[in-house]
């Protein structure tokens, strides 16, 4: 009977170490996911904030470009020539 009761009891030990275990890796695993949403949320704003920062360098490139800036001036050639022409297509399909 002994030899039983030792069995017993050593399993009741190691069923108690793997469900403590098993509640210190839930633990871990929900601060893991807490950490990644956190990071998840700060690359969406670095995301935002480098397109906010991309979009105000082409308008500073454009702007550079306008005043005499030699860097860029093809580009923007380009782009009011384009603009002109969608206007004249506009007044084309407006006079029909």
Not at 48 to 69: F, I
């Amino acid at each position: 009977m002994s030899n039983i009761e030792g069995i017993v009891d050593s399993l009741e030990n190691k069923i108690s170490k793997v469900l403590h275990r098993l509640e210190n890796l839930k633990l871990s695993n929900s601060r893991l996911s807490d950490e990644l949403s956190a990071a998840k949320q700060e690359i969406q704003n670095q995301n935002r904030q480098n397109a906010e920062w991309e979009e105000k360098y082409n308008t500073l490139k454009m702007a550079n470009s306008m005043l005499g800036s030699d860097d860029n001036k093809r580009e923007t050639k380009l782009k009011i020539n384009a603009l002109i022409r969608d206007i004249d297509h506009c007044i084309t399909q407006l006079s029909e």
